[in-house]
């Protein structure tokens, strides 16, 4: 199998398991590990499935750019470096098994649960939670059936609430200045060396781009209800992100 290292001198050794979107192998470090990005798309619990031209090349590069302007904000997360055009180095993390939505503009399952028109913009942030479950649609969850399955203690909790709102503001600010939309995004985060750490990815197969001006979806909506220029729309975040630097 090929190997790949990093600056820090560690090698991709076997591989681990596979996801929707990400591959996993093992490092000759125990605590770390190399995520290699997919063109794989799936909707709907998995229901509709397809590949994105290019996607896993435009998200490895999308969710490296996100991770390091959080961490020069302060905010923590598994990545350590990228590798190569698809891959990644991480921390290796204790997932949460709960998922976290922040929604700016009613889009999605929340306009229909709520009958708002999509593009309705809230007063404030909406914090939503959710169980991470694919056999269970991951549904929604409050505090109360966090703390009684044990998911989470109360503490890290308010910390992920804390953090996701913080990133929400730190996104938001800097996506304004790209004439970026920032609708509704999804987090997922860990636990290392017993700290909270975000993980997974921010991208968009991750969150609700839209173009500031015209409205258009810049994500993976376009994939969901077949509005086609899916890697054209992933191509223009990377370009609004770097300046066309990558």
């Not at 560690?10 to 605590?31: H, M, N, W």
């Not at 998922?99 to 999509?118: H, M, P, T, W, Y």
């Amino acid at each position: 199998m090929k190997k790949s290292k990093g600056d820090m001198g560690v090698d991709k050794k076997e591989f681990l398991y596979e996801g929707k979107a990400k591959r996993i192998y093992a490092t000759s470090d125990p605590s770390l590990v190399v995520v290699e990005y997919k063109d794989d798309a799936t909707a709907f619990n998995g229901e509709k499935k397809g590949q994105i031209t290019n996607k896993g090349v435009l998200n490895n590069k999308i969710a490296s750019f996100f991770f390091e302007l959080l961490a020069a904000e302060g905010i923590p997360s598994h990545y350590v470096q990228r590798l190569s055009e698809r891959e990644m180095l991480v921390k290796k993390l204790s997932i949460l098994q709960v998922e976290v939505v922040v929604r700016n503009i009613a889009a999605g399952s929340l306009a229909k649960r709520l009958g708002l028109a999509e593009g309705t913009s809230m007063s404030r942030p909406v914090l939503e939670f959710y169980y991470k479950d694919d056999a269970l649609g991951d549904p929604m969850i409050n505090e109360y059936h966090i703390y009684a399955m044990e998911i989470a203690t109360p503490e890290q909790v308010r910390e992920i609430a804390e953090k996701a709102l913080r990133i929400n503001e730190i996104l938001v600010a800097f996506l304004r200045d790209k004439e970026i939309m920032l609708i509704d995004f999804k987090l997922e985060f860990g636990l290392f060396a017993g700290n909270v750490l975000l993980g997974d990815e921010i991208s968009p197969d991750t969150c609700r781009f839209w173009d500031a001006k015209t409205k258009e979806k810049l994500d993976k909506d376009r994939f969901r209800r077949d509005l086609g220029g899916v890697s054209e729309a992933y191509e223009e975040i990377l370009k609004r992100l770097t300046g066309g630097v990558s």
